[in-house]
């Protein structure tokens, strides 16, 4: 079983920057993909990025892309998101994630993490 929490969360004004972290507990850490997904009010859980353990490669969704970074250290079991030039579309509960076995190709979909946190809230003022 792996617990995932978050931290960092809270509100920042639009332009402002925040970093998430997402401390995971066990000893495969370094083996999983560590994906950030968000939901806002209303809608839909939505992929935000993820990172594979074992090469380090990267994908973001279209709306983050240049703004924010995920990163991890695999030696603290702590996956990041760094999230720049905030805007309020960018509020919401933002959760972290982890897939034993996902390919890349299927990274993005919220059905192929087994492990979840309990998320975070992010508010971005306008």
């Known amino acids: 079983q792996v617990q995932l929490v978050e931290s960092g969360g809270g509100l920042v004004q639009a332009g402002g920057s925040l970093r998430l972290s997402c401390a995971a507990s066990?000893?495969?850490?370094?083996?999983?993909?560590m994906g950030w997904f968000r939901q806002a009010p209303g809608k839909e859980r939505e992929f935000v990025a993820w990172?594979?353990?074992?090469?380090?490669?990267?994908d973001y969704a279209d709306s983050v892309k240049g703004r924010f970074t995920i990163s991890r250290d695999n030696a603290k079991n702590t996956v990041y998101l760094q999230m720049n030039s905030l805007k309020p579309e960018d509020t919401a509960v933002y959760y972290c994630?982890?897939?034993?076995?996902?390919?890349?190709?299927?990274?993005?979909?919220?059905?192929?993490?087994?492990?979840w946190g309990q998320g975070t809230q992010v508010t971005v003022s306008s």
């Open positions: 990172i594979r353990g074992s090469d380090g490669n990267t």
């Open positions: 994630a982890a897939a034993t076995r996902v390919p890349d190709q299927l990274a993005r979909r919220p059905l192929f993490y087994d492990y």
């Open positions: 066990g000893r495969s850490f370094s083996s999983y993909v």
